[in-house]
């Protein structure tokens, strides 16, 4: 079955830039799309189609794509990002969904 | 309030059976495809079904299909998971979550999955 990597864990101090990225074979084909998850909490959206963000989404995220890797960066990290992230795609059909692993980013 | 609202769940025998339901309030789920995602405890999101906003379009992750089945009930505003069989490695906060998408004719474009509910907990032991 198809597989998104993620690298387990980040750290940044804050105001730094941190970045998450996720490998997959079919990512050149597929969209990506990020979501950020708190202890506790339901997943939060944060970036669609690599690099869109939705309404409500703090300018410090963005996203980008290049070949079979997707990359999550957040500028300017603050203590309030510290969380899990996980990046979602499509398998080569389209129809198949998958999360990566998830990484967990701390804030130092 | 735009809000998703699983329930059903809680503990049950392995090779038992258990019905998971999602109600939507503040849209119309009828406009919208919706997913069933869940979480084992301390390990990531794994996306396990999807039905389109019609029914006619459904799909499984490899390790539910032929146990899980998606459906759901427009006039109610809910989707359901029923969940048969189920093994220890079930064990997992479910969480329903909304397709954020456009149908344009024969083409669906995707957005991501906007609207999540808090989940409901399913527990698989003896």
């Known amino acids: 079955s198809y597989e998104l990597t993620q690298p387990p864990s980040v750290s940044v101090s804050p105001g730094q830039t941190a970045r998450i990225t996720c490998s997959g074979d079919a990512l050149p084909k597929q969209y990506a799309y990020w979501y950020q998850q708190k202890p506790g909490q339901a997943p939060v959206l944060v970036i669609y189609k690599d690099s869109e963000r939705p309404s409500g989404i703090p300018e410090r995220f963005s996203g980008s794509s290049s070949g079979t890797t997707v990359t999550l960066t957040i500028s300017g990290v603050q203590a309030e990002d510290e969380a899990d992230y996980y990046c979602?795609?499509?398998?080569?059909?389209?129809?198949?969904?998958?999360f990566g692993g998830g990484t967990k980013l701390t804030v130092l | 309030e735009v809000q998703l609202v699983e329930s059903g769940g809680g503990l049950v025998q392995p090779g038992g059976s258990l019905r998971l339901s999602c109600a939507a309030s503040?849209?119309?789920?009828?406009?919208?495809?919706m997913n069933w995602v869940r979480q084992a405890p301390g390990k990531g999101l794994e996306w396990i079904s999807y039905?389109?906003?019609?029914?006619?379009?459904?799909y499984y992750a490899d390790s539910v299909k032929g146990r899980f089945t998606i459906s759901r009930d427009n006039a109610k505003n809910s989707q359901y998971l029923q969940m048969k069989s189920l093994r220890a490695e079930d064990t997992a906060v479910y969480y329903c979550?909304?397709?954020?998408?456009?149908?344009?004719?024969?083409?669906?474009?995707?957005?991501?999955?906007?609207?999540w509910g808090q989940g409901t907990t399913v527990t698989v032991s003896s």
């Open positions: 979602q795609s499509a398998d080569s059909s389209g129809i198949y969904r998958v």
């Open positions: 979550a909304r397709d954020w998408g456009v149908n344009d004719g024969d083409v669906y474009y995707y957005y991501g999955m906007d609207v």
């Open positions: 039905i389109s906003s019609s029914s006619s379009s459904i």
């Open positions: 503040g849209f119309t789920l009828s406009s919208h495809s």
